[in-house]
């Protein structure tokens, strides 16, 4: 049992030290996202940035958005649509939003209750609701950034894995970057 608390220790300290010295990070993503209900699954991939409170999530190719999160306001921007549906961002919003997680890896076990699966492997479970997550799968590398990926499943056995690349870390990434500005042709809708 000794051993198991220390392993789980360490992994965690590893992630929430390394998230210390984090001011931002930039990278790739590839998502898989399974649909229990439709039997469907169906992959993503772009480029993500984080700086403090602050995401931009740009998925490529045929599903062409940005996800903007700025502190407690979301921005989904549609660019082949050239609509933008903007809302506040709350807590019961996670599930539809699980990268907004990566901004609050410096204190897991504020948020989580943790178990190690296995080396370099964690399990969250939210203390609180936090959308419809039930659970999520951490597993940590020995890179700079310390996730290489999430695999969050929810209460409906849907199942979202965000595998992560190419990061580099305390580039000095612009504030500019977070920013939704619409174009004169853009709709922007509130909610």
Known sequence: MLTLSY??????????????????ASGNFIQISYIKELGKTQKFN??????GDKIRWQYSGKFSQVVYL???MLT???????????????????????IALLSRMAD??????????????LILVPKT?????KRIELVINENEFPIKSLKITD????IITIEFNNVKINTNLRDSL??????????????
């Open 155 to 158: 209460t409906m056995a849907n």
């Open 129 to 133: 609701k936090m959308g419809n997550i």
């Open 46 to 51: 772009g480029k993500f940035f984080i700086k």
């Open 178 to 191: 977070f920013n939704f500005i619409p174009r004169k042709d853009d709709t922007v809708l509130q909610y």
């Open 108 to 121: 897991i076990k504020k948020d989580f209750d943790v178990a190690e699966n296995k080396e370099n492997t």
């Open 7 to 24: 392993a789980q220790n360490t992994t965690l300290s590893k992630i929430e030290t390394a998230y210390k010295n984090i001011d931002d």
């Open 70 to 72: 700025n502190r407690k």
């Open 76 to 98: 989904v921007y549609d660019k082949t649509n050239k609509q933008a549906i903007q809302s506040s961002f709350t807590e019961d919003k996670y599930g539809q939003l699980p």
